[in-house]
């Protein structure tokens, strides 16, 4: 089966939660999936489930624990750029047909790896291989490489009401 | 925990998935989820994969096995009136905490049942169920009644180039 490059960007909710699903959708097909998450190190009820789901399914994290809100440490860098080099391997190793990149865009908009290492990626993807990238600032590039490209627009949200974050529904 | 009501509309891809997404990650903090699948009837992969994933997922289909394109028969609408009549009771068995009603907006589009049946039943909602409305050209009441409204927007697609949808990604 031919991949594509999918991005989930804007700054609406559903973008991880999209990609989420469609690695459920993968693995319930009997494809391999491979999630990388940047920026984002937290335990969240997703991967719990993700685990428990399958052992298609293989979830590496990134991060450092927190999101990066200024200017990104030393350490972040390090952490992102030794997850994309774990995505090459990933790639290139025939062993999976579905490879997530979970908050690349945010990453390249942090500078934590550059949009050409990003690009680099999409054309050393193999056939056979399909890829995802999320995140909000998906840049005008990457835009331009990929096949399928979704906006998530913010029309209203909760959070202008005050709500938080609740376990089992955001995070 | 408080409940809300989100939309997922827009013609962009991901809003089906976006909510297979949330299933899954309330799976894994413990909720229980309750799944009702309107206008699409077809055993997708992602059925097969929640289905294996957890007793906590509960998903029911409530069309016919085809899209609908134009004038829906007397039979599309009577799966679906019965697939809301499910979804009242299972709100107000206080037994699941999200709800998802899987392209209940295009249902409306096609008049299987009305935006107000779909209004009584937001007004119906006890406090702590959340409830996911999918689904094209969500009705402006709807959105109006929304906690949390997002639009996916479509910027680019690869069925312009002719891609058919493919078992495990799009299905």
Redesign the interface.
Known sequence: ??G?V?V?T?D???????????A????????KVYIAQFVKGME???????R???DSIVVKQYGRGCFIYKTPKEEDKRCAREGLKDVWNVMLSGQY??IILDEANIATHFKLFSVEDLLDLIHGKPENV?IVITGRRADPRI?EE?????????????YQ?G?QA????E?
Chains 1, 2 share one sequence.
């Open positions: 089966m031919k594509y999918q989930y804007g609406g909710k559903g973008k991880t939660t999209a990609a989420l699903g469609l459920l959708r993968a693995s319930g097909a009997g494809l969240y009820s997703e991967l719990k489930a993700l428990n789901l399958s047909h579905l399909e835009i990929a096949d399928l490209v979704t906006e998530m627009k913010e029309i209203k949200h909760y009401k709500v609740r376990e089992g529904i995070r």
